[in-house]
């Protein structure tokens, strides 16, 4: 099995500044991982997929980087509403694929 | 519009058999994948399977065969039932569409998510 280790598990970080969330592969997982973000209450959103394709909708302020093991979410000009747990997935070991346990995003 | 929305009990007993049901509007089940994932309170996410209207349905081994999901095209619906339900299987479970034509394993659609607590 695939394990996703995220970190840190949380952050604060203030607002206009850039966040930085980190996942890693216990093994090669190609391009195949995809970011989610879920809001307090609200079921997860599709931020990116493919290491690095936004999904529709999604504000140019997320991007993220890597292949192989190394992940990268950023998030710029930081905002209020991206208060959030996110997630990464990977599905190059699909199915099943599994999670990240998810970065805690705080707003200061 | 694409949109899910789960319905079902609330509260199930422990050893029987949790259902539930994804309605789907703006979108015909007959075409792409449909997903039911879960997460308990305060931790991760969960794929538990999926289906396409002319395939079998893929689970996660994890489940141990519990789960079973069927679809409905005529209500434009999907279902989950999960046997033999312990307090490890409280959750909020959600059901998704892939993104893709195929079974990528990415969601781009979700539905809101119901809780589900097992308990007697």
């Known amino acids: 099995e695939i394990v996703m280790t995220q970190s840190p598990a949380t952050l604060s970080v203030s607002p206009g500044e850039r966040a930085t969330l980190s996942c890693r592969a216990s093994?090669?997982?190609?391009?195949?991982l995809a970011w989610y973000q879920q809001r307090p209450g609200q079921a997860p959103r599709l931020l990116i997929y493919?290491?690095?394709t936004r999904a529709t909708g999604i504000p140019a302020r997320f991007s993220g980087s890597g292949s192989g093991t190394e992940f990268t979410l950023t998030i710029s000009s930081l905002q209020s509403e991206d208060s959030a747990v996110y997630y990464c997935?990977?599905?190059?070991?699909?199915?099943?694929?599994?999670f990240g346990q998810g970065t805690r995003l705080e707003i200061k | 519009q694409v949109q899910l929305q789960e319905s079902g009990p609330g509260l199930v007993k422990p050893s029987e058999t949790l259902s539930l049901t994804c309605t789907v509007s703006?979108?015909?089940?007959?075409?792409?994948?449909w997903n039911w994932i879960r997460q308990p309170p305060g931790k991760g996410l969960e794929w538990i399977g999926y289906?396409?209207?002319?395939?079998?349905?893929n689970y996660n081994p994890s489940l141990k065969s519990r789960a079973t999901i069927s679809v409905d095209t005529s209500k434009n619906q999907f279902s989950l039932r999960l046997s033999s339900v312990t307090a490890a299987d409280t959750a909020v479970y959600y059901c998704?569409?892939?993104?893709?034509?195929?079974?990528?394993?990415?969601?781009?659609?979700w539905g809101q998510g119901t809780l589900v607590t097992v308990s007697s």
């Open positions: 997935h990977q599905y190059n070991n699909w199915p099943p694929g599994n």
């Open positions: 703006g979108n015909s089940i007959s075409s792409y994948y």
């Open positions: 289906i396409h209207y002319s395939g079998s349905p």
């Open positions: 998704a569409r892939d993104l893709h034509y195929f079974a990528s394993g990415i969601w781009g659609y």
């Open positions: 093994q090669s997982v190609s391009s195949n």
């Open positions: 493919g290491a690095s």
